[in-house]
């Protein structure tokens, strides 16, 4: 049986994601910054079909915890596959006042992320089986004013999951890059101007299932995939003066 | 903590008010968003009418905190975060052998709102209210402390809060005793001439659940006439598959519900019925029909509908049913989804709506006749000292329900007056009924 990591349980996708584990009866390890808080959680997955639920606290700008977290997963019994939720969204009005923040959103959305699956990758590569489902976002197929340090970020992190599947494969590991466009939680919950929102649960569902099927980068929903297409081939001219 | 102001309707589609909801996560969200603006809780949005709805006002929206927090498989005892749905209880109690007793016609209610409407359900008989199997429950007082309530703690408060409409707080948890339960249940049909023979039926039935769906549309010697559904748990398989959900996906025209439509349903369905008279049955699918169709309140149009629902002592059942009967047919404006029960005692909450005796329950299109007849309805209520189901509600007037709750009201409005002094959990239900005053 695999046991399933999930980084950052505390997000509504993490979270959802996580149950659909414990549907599933897997085993899960499940982190968030401070592990006490999700002692309630973890009983949460218990009951609803998890076979295990370990917590761990992880900050992922503490190297310490990704060491730590690394060491824990090596004893994992069997197969290990990795759900990764963790990331934050500076509002970027407030970025543009505060030029000083601008590594916060790169460390948390990137350089944390990275970090963390590289220490991963050996020890998956070891185990030889396992798949990585890691959410980067539809923010990151190009760059808009309205939240452009947030998207070169998640530009950065498609990148690096792309070169981590193309690494991964020769070795039985999977790697599925998720692009997932509005989704209703507490973040965008009252947020105007927002279409088409998803629910927490049917992300998990669709990402479950692209898994099985080791789709490579899902949109989620679907039809995501065809309005970046719309935005992406908008000649360059015309993009830079559209309100977006 | 994030707002989000909306128009937000009752399930009925009627009724609707301009509210600002958080919607918090977890405890200390739901705490600081209560601090910042007291306001009563909101759940699966199911109640027919504006008993979730405050105009103008602030609310708090529970259904995203719905975590098991606790599952004693050997002695049935479940603890829950309020926003979890009964749907989601029953997904993880009934493999296990246990069950939760008073269920409503949706597995989308929150356990938050059967509590606060002490609702209940087709084993009323034998089970009694929502709340008799609720051990404790946490509950956040406008004050922004939390107290625990229970039998031995708070006993009177515990006893307001229990079908009290969310006016002494927000239940932020509860712990309830389920009782021993089987994934399957036998379904047995049976048809009625009259209602006198249907009410028979009921009046001898010694199954677990029993429910009798009455043709509103009969008229003369066959008047309440109508097809008798009782369960009982098994441990024998459904022979047929679980139908898939299915989803309304646009809001229907008016004439869908009129009345030859809902004619030829109920032919259709009667048939259909008795087509198999006996047979198994997951439970989930004989206790939620209609959640197998998302969104069917918009099979009504528009403008909505409305559902009416009252309760009658034993001795004036027999005349009220006649007379409620009489005038649903006299009108033809009924949906098919009318339904008659036999209830058992009263509960302890104060403001609890079943009584020993006999409760109908219909539907009406949102049209101009409906609110005379669903003010006759309210008169014949009157006239039998019934009482009206405040959880599906959205038309009475403040004396329609005045007899009917009279025995418990006076000290409910006491204690809720000591908990909430500063009015800030009253609904528009609340205030257009004048519960508090």
């Given amino acids: 049986m695999t046991t399933w990591l999930i980084i950052g349980v505390t997000s509504a996708m993490g979270e959802a994601f996580a149950r659909k584990c414990a549907d599933e009866g897997a085993k899960l390890i499940v982190t968030a910054r401070n592990a006490a808080a999700i002692q309630h959680l973890s009983e949460d997955l218990k009951i609803r079909g998890a076979s295990e639920v370990t917590t761990a606290s992880l900050d992922l700008g503490k190297p310490k915890d990704i060491k730590s977290l690394t060491e824990l997963s090596r004893s994992v019994e069997g197969s290990l596959s990795v759900g990764f939720f963790a990331g934050s969204m500076q509002d970027q009005a407030w970025l543009n006042d505060h030029p000083d923040k601008t590594a916060l959103t790169f460390k948390d959305n990137l350089v944390g992320p990275a970090e963390c699956l590289q220490s991963l990758a050996p020890l998956m590569i070891e185990k030889g089986e396992g798949t990585i489902i890691a959410l980067s976002s539809v923010a990151g197929d190009r760059g808009r004013a309205s939240n452009y340090v947030y998207g070169s970020a998640k530009a950065g992190f498609t990148a690096y999951l792309s070169g981590l599947r193309n690494r991964m494969q020769n070795h039985g590991i999977h790697v599925m890059t998720v692009k997932p466009g509005f989704v209703d939680t507490e973040m965008t919950w009252g947020l105007p101007g927002l279409f088409l929102v998803a629910s927490p649960s049917d992300i998990a569902e669709t990402l479950w299932k692209a898994a099985q099927k080791k789709r490579n980068t899902v949109y989620a929903p679907w039809f995501w995939w065809i309005i970046m297409n719309i935005i992406h081939h908008v000649p360059e001219p015309i993009f830079k003066k559209l309100k977006l | ?437």
């Fill in chain 2, 1 to 437: 903590m994030r707002w989000k102001s909306d128009t937000f309707k009752g399930w009925g589609q009627h009724l609707s008010a301009q509210m600002t909801l958080s919607r918090p996560s977890r405890l200390h969200g739901l705490l600081d968003a209560f601090k910042e603006q007291p306001g009563p809780a909101l759940g699966g949005l199911r109640s027919y009418g504006d008993a979730a709805l405050k105009s103008g006002g602030h609310g708090h929206l529970m259904t995203r905190m719905d975590r098991f927090l606790s599952f004693d498989t050997e002695t049935g005892i479940l603890t829950a975060e309020a926003g979890i749905t009964m749907r989601d209880i029953l997904d993880v109690t009934l493999p296990k052998g246990w069950g939760p007793s008073a269920l409503p016609g949706t597995g989308f209610a929150t356990l938050g709102g059967c509590i606060a409407m002490d609702v209940h359900g087709k084993d009323h008989r034998t089970a009694g209210n929502f709340s008799a199997q609720v051990l404790s429950l946490d509950l956040l007082k406008p004050d922004g402390k939390t107290q625990t309530l229970s039998r031995d703690k708070n006993k009177r408060l515990f006893f307001a809060t229990l079908g009290g409409l969310g006016q002494t707080g927000i239940i932020s948890q509860a712990t309830l005793q389920l009782h021993e339960a089987t994934q399957n249940v036998r379904v047995k049909k049976q048809s009625f001439e009259n209602l006198e023979e249907g009410m028979a039926l009921l009046e001898a039935n010694d199954a677990r659940f029993a429910v009798a769906w009455i043709d509103a549309l009969a008229t003369g010697l066959q008047l309440g006439r109508g097809v008798l559904e009782t369960s009982d748990y098994t441990e024998g398989d459904p022979k047929a598959r679980s139908q898939s959900v299915k989803s309304v996906p646009f809001t229907a025209p008016k004439f869908a519900m009129s009345k030859w439509p809902v004619k030829l349903f109920n032919r259709f369905r009667y048939r259909r019925y008795l087509s198999r008279p006996s047979e198994n049955a997951r439970f989930v699918d004989v206790q939620y029909p209609l959640d197998q169709v998302l969104g069917w309140n918009r099979l009504y149009g528009k403008d909505g509908f409305h559902q009416f629902q009252a309760c009658f002592p034993l001795t004036k059942s027999d005349a009220a049913m006649r007379a409620l009967c009489e005038k649903i047919s006299a009108s033809q404006a009924a949906s098919p989804l009318v339904v008659m029960k036999r209830l058992g005692p009263s509960g302890e909450s104060l403001l609890g709506f079943p009584q020993e005796g006999f409760t109908l329950a219909v539907d009406f299109q949102h049209r101009k006749e409906a609110a005379k007849l669903l003010s006759e309805l309210h008169d014949i209520t009157r006239a039998h000292e019934g009482r009206v189901y405040l959880a599906k509600d959205s038309a009475a007037k403040p004396q329609d329900v005045e007899i009917g709750y009279s025995a418990g009201i006076a000290e409910w409005q006491d204690l809720v007056l000591k908990a909430d002094p500063k009015k800030s959990m009253i609904t528009d239900l609340v205030q257009r009924l004048e519960l508090r005053s």
